[in-house]
């Protein structure tokens, strides 16, 4: 399997100056619990879909400081040296919970969270916010065009236009889970076992003095799977003909043209017309692939037009997650050890949306028994339990007027052990099972929490014990400040 090393300094600064601040101060083995999660949907979606769960643990599980990692550090400010003998010695051994990947998932609630020492919680902020942020973004991506696509193949084809590498593959892994079929980027095929596609570019055809010399030479290649670039030149007038006449020259071997591309001009109307044209010369098994800037609207758009294609190619807007470049992921303090025992701790802000929720918490997924749909997610301090015997009143935690009674429920618990004491405590599912997990959950939501556009808001709530000990934290809190003030 994939082992990254040499990662301890993929962190900010500003982390290990407080790991330095707090071993000078005497408290960087206090525990303290954080939560990972984001605020607000990226590109007006319903739902994000999780992702980049793996990632984070072969991070965590191989996280040390090498001796050149101390020396940089040993440059950068002046550590004194028992504090850089302790990084020597450092692994993480925190515990954590996460949702699975392939889960939906919402604003506001804990995607992963982290209970350990400040020390090691602090150093893995930036990378968790990096790695989650930008697969579950790239995901949810992928998941609305494949809402489109409707059974169609989709493919991805963004290495060349990702930002660096990673973000290629580890992309390339986030589309497949959220229902992609294939990528075009062998090293993600050979990581992850991702099925690997293409066809052929624009130089191969470049390259022989007549187009049909060109797609004759790569169908001797590769008889049985050729996919013909069919715009080069003209697509109607030269790339589809030759095509064709290639394509029976296969049959007349007994073989079969796999498909032809097209990747310019007017996608509905080429396909149209190219589905006539192989169809009336027999070729009805040769499949359209489309290529060229797409994204779930164009997708809609060309559906909308009718167009006759069985395959797409999407690379660029999906894997740079074109109209909206990041997820804004947050990770926050939500308790701190004292005495053995769990205090609640809260972030204020001035927009209610951005006062964090305190302390240690589960999410439970409500599914009405009946119609197994999930009616809402509710969050709950953890060792709480929900008693699906009760009804039970759901309300939003900033109007909390809009309320709801549910009866004959499920709660599932979507936070999962995933590290105890710096060991992974889960198996990592094969990615197809991932993949199957998440297409299987997205028949537990109604369609107007998935549609594209202007979907309905999924509620989160929050139990009322837990609304009650946020509202106590935050009077508590401005009763200091305003005695701070005398006022
Ligand atoms: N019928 C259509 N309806 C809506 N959008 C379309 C249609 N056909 C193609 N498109 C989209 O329009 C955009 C066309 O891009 P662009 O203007 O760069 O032209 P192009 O035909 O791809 O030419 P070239 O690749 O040679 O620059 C692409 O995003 C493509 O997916
Ligand atoms: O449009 P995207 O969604 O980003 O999909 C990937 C694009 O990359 C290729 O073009 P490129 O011009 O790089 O090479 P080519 O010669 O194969 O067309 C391919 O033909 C697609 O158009
Ligand atoms: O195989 C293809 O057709 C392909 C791969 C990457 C980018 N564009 C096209």
Known sequence: MYKPTGWALHTDKYQVTMMYAHWKNGSHLHRKAFDLYFRKLPFGNGYAVFAGLERAVQYLENLQFTEEDIRYLAEQESFEPEFLDLLREFRFRGDIHGVREGTLVFPNEPLLRLEGTIMELQLVETALLNFIGYQTLVATKAARIYTIAEGDTLMEFGTRRAQESDAAVWGARAAYLAGFDATSNLRAGQMFGIPVQGTHSHAWVQDFDTEVEAFRAYARAFPDSSVLLVDTYDTLKSGVPHAIQVGRELKEKGYRLAGIRLDSGDLAYLSKEARRMLDEAGLTQTRIIASSDLDETTLLNLKSQGAKVDAWGVGTRLITAYDQPSLGAVYKLV??????????????????????????????????????KARGDLIIEEGHSI?????????????????????????????????????????????????????????????????????EEYPVDLSGELWNTKQELLQKIYRTIREENGS
């Open 335 to 372: 308790a701190r050890e004292q005495n053995g025992e769990w205090l609640p701790s809260i972030k204020i802000s001035s927009n209610p949306e951005k006062v964090t929720t305190p302390g240690i918490k589960t999410v439970y997924r409500i599914i009405d028994q009946r119609t197994n």
């Open 387 to 455: 008693d699906e015997e009760q009804p039970l009143t759901l309300f939003h935690p900033i109007h909390t007027y809009r309320k709801k009674k549910v009866r004959e429920f499920r709660a599932i618990n979507l936070l999962h052990p995933i590290m105890r004491r710096g060991e992974r405590v889960f198996d990592p599912p094969p990615l197809d099972e991932i993949r199957r997990y998440h297409l299987a959950q997205r028949s537990m939501f109604w369609e107007e929490y998935l549609r594209l556009m202007n979907p």
